[in-house]
């Protein structure tokens, strides 16, 4: 059964910093692409940041970009997303997702599994 279970969420301050984690069982980091997606209330769902199954490519939208960054352990079939310099408009249900795109590609749509998402909230 493939699972994703995401962890690390919680309150922060504005400027500060949390590490989310992805943790994936079922299956291996390197037939599946993970993408992290959030959901502020009210707002749809967007993807914020990707890494592809071979762990080379890498993608940020816009409003995350140069504050957050994916990584992976395939030794422990993990996927991390660091957030820092947090801001009141990162606050929202964070999800992660797997892909089997191929290459060395990642998307931010068409995902196959989807965790059930964590809440991070950025206030003072």
């Known amino acids: 059964q493939l699972q994703l279970v995401e962890s690390g969420g919680g309150l922060v301050q504005p400027g500060g910093s949390l590490r989310l984690s992805c943790t994936v069982s079922?299956?291996?980091?390197?037939?599946?692409?993970i993408t992290w997606f959030r959901q502020a209330p009210g707002k749809e769902r967007e993807g914020v940041a990707c890494?592809?199954?071979?762990?080379?490519?890498?993608k940020y939208s816009s409003s995350v970009k140069g504050r957050f960054t994916i990584s992976r352990d395939t030794a422990n079939n993990t996927v991390y997303l660091q957030m820092n310099n947090l801001a009141p408009e990162d606050t929202g249900t964070y999800y992660c997702?797997?892909?089997?795109?191929?290459?060395?590609?990642?998307?931010?749509?068409?995902?196959?599994?989807w965790g059930k998402g964590i809440p991070v909230t950025v206030s003072s």
């Open positions: 079922g299956f291996t980091l390197d037939f599946y692409a």
């Open positions: 890494i592809s199954k071979n762990g080379v490519s890498t």
């Open positions: 997702a797997a892909d089997q795109v191929p290459g060395t590609y990642c998307l931010f749509y068409g995902m196959d599994y």
